[in-house]
């Protein structure tokens, strides 16, 4: 019930392409949903972040889209950049224990 | 202002040997977690405290593996007897008291574990 489910595990995206990536939990009671990006040999750090009762949040080129009916959220990145290529982490929170998907590499070509 | 800083950034051990890892929090960050990250994995939740107090520990190992956070100094989270498994990145991440927590880790920029 705490497991939160991202796909894909990578993703290859040309320059000003969109980035999509999906995630789903089980356990209603989770009340945020942040994603993390993670570039190599660093530590992860906030991205975005949107609590259940919202259905869309944007900031900049990011976007989170929240269905909660569908226990599913996704990340949008517009006009992807090379400089985005990272690893990106769905989470959902929950008495302040944060549960992570298993991220997707991201890769965005020239 | 210092983020989160943890120390040894590379630790590399033998078989059976122990492995300490800290991590001092943002300053005004009285939480601290612990979560472990393996090459092409995501990041597994091992335990989280507050000063002198363990919280959740579901995460942890039950043999060999420990954690604390005193009231003055570091977080250390103690690994014995240490095995190849064991060789991962460690992140540790703290967040700040407040009621109205918003859910957001401040992450260091890990330790990472090779066990020969």
């Known amino acids: 019930q705490q497991q939160v489910k991202q796909s894909p595990q990578s993703l290859i995206v040309q320059k000003g392409g969109i980035s999509i990536i999906n995630c789903a939990y089980e356990?209603?009671?989770?009340?945020?949903f942040p994603w993390y990006q993670q570039f190599p040999g660093k530590g992860p750090a906030l991205l975005i972040a949107i609590r259940p009762d919202v259905s869309e949040k944007k900031e900049g080129r990011f976007t989170i889209s929240f269905n909660k009916s569908a226990k599913q959220f996704s990340l949008h990145i517009m006009d992807s950049q090379p400089g985005d290529s990272a690893t990106y982490f769905c989470?959902?929170?929950?008495?302040?224990?944060?549960?992570f998907g298993t991220g997707t590499k991201l890769q965005v070509i020239p | 202002n210092a983020g989160v800083m943890q120390n040894p950034r590379h630790l590399v051990r033998r078989r059976g040997q122990e492995a300490r890892l800290r991590c001092s929090p943002m300053k005004g960050h009285s939480h601290v977690y612990w979560y472990r990250q393996l090459p092409e994995e995501g990041l597994k939740f091992m335990v989280y405290l507050q000063k002198e107090n363990i919280i959740d520990e579901s995460g942890m190992p039950k043999e060999r593996f420990s954690a604390e956070f005193p009231k003055e100094g570091p977080s250390i989270l103690r690994i014995q007897q240490v095995v190849r498994g064991d060789s991962a990145a460690y992140f540790c991440?703290?967040?700040?008291?407040?009621?109205?927590?918003?859910?957001?880790?401040?992450f260091g920029e890990g330790s990472r574990l090779t066990v020969l």
């Open positions: 989470a959902a929170s929950l008495y302040q224990k944060v549960t």
């Open positions: 356990n209603t009671a989770f009340d945020y």
């Open positions: 991440a703290s967040s700040p008291e407040s009621t109205g927590y918003t859910g957001e880790l401040f």
